[in-house]
């Protein structure tokens, strides 16, 4: 089955700092790609996506490339800022099999110190 | 993207009894989806509701314990039913976005059982 496995946690910098978070995927076939954050107290929010081989998906500073020859979706930030704390999680959606609904990774949680 | 309701935001429940979330979105969707997040945990999908049909019950749930109701395109239901301590969770109701299979989260319903 479908599966995704995120880089473990938690990951602390300073702010203005680069961020990567790793993330892989297994899919039986084409998927779709998402990062989505969580911040504190409240809900997911979809942060990006990217839906076909070298898609780059971007969105308040933060970016990542479908990598699909690497099954790769990592995530990237030049600078980070405190307002960044939050937890973020990879996720994919199956379109070939109709099925809609995501597979998430077990999330990352980013603490950034001023 | 759709706007995403959950009644009640946070309750806390004695063991043995039910609490109904209630989700409620802003446009018509054919289907909505529940996930549940364990504390410190990543999201796991409990069921896919579709309106004039059967919920879909992933492995592990079942619908004596989550059952779900789904009366029209904009409003569905989830039941805990008969709770223990261990299902302490966020539940949260979701549904598809327009294009790239993304989803789209409602805030969650924080619930404590003692």
């Known amino acids: 089955g479908d599966s995704v496995t995120q880089m473990e946690g938690p990951v602390t910098l300073s702010e203005e700092a680069f961020l990567t978070i790793n993330c892989t995927y297994t899919?039986?076939?084409?998927?779709?790609l998402f990062w989505y954050v969580q911040y504190p107290g409240e809900g997911l929010q979809l942060l990006l996506k990217?839906?076909?081989?070298?898609d780059k998906g971007s969105n308040k500073g933060f970016e990542a490339t479908y990598r699909k020859e690497t099954t790769s979706f990592h995530l990237e930030k030049g600078s980070v800022q405190v307002s960044d704390s939050a937890v973020y999680f990879c996720?994919?959606?199956?379109?070939?099999?109709?099925?809609?609904?995501?597979?998430f990774g077990s999330g990352t949680r980013l603490q950034v110190q001023p | 993207s759709a706007v995403i309701s959950q009644k009640p935001s946070r309750d806390i429940c004695q063991r043995g009894t039910s609490l109904t979330i209630q989700c409620q979105v802003d446009?018509?969707?054919?289907?909505m989806f529940w996930y549940r997040q364990q504390p410190g945990q990543s999201l796991t999908l409990i069921a896919t509701a579709n309106q004039g049909s059967e919920a879909t019950y992933e492995s592990g749930f079942v619908i004596d314990k989550f059952p779900i109701s789904r009366p029209n395109l904009t409003f569905s239901t989830l039941t805990v039913s008969n709770m223990s301590p261990e299902d302490s969770s966020i539940y949260l109701c979701?549904?598809?976005?327009?294009?790239?299979?993304?989803?789209?989260f409602g805030p969650g319903t924080r619930l404590t059982v003692t």
């Open positions: 446009s018509q969707v054919t289907m």
């Open positions: 996720a994919l959606s199956e379109k070939d099999t109709g099925r809609r609904a995501l597979t």
């Open positions: 899919a039986t076939g084409y998927p779709s």
């Open positions: 979701s549904v598809p976005g327009t294009s790239s299979y993304e989803q789209y």
């Open positions: 990217a839906t076909k081989a070298d």
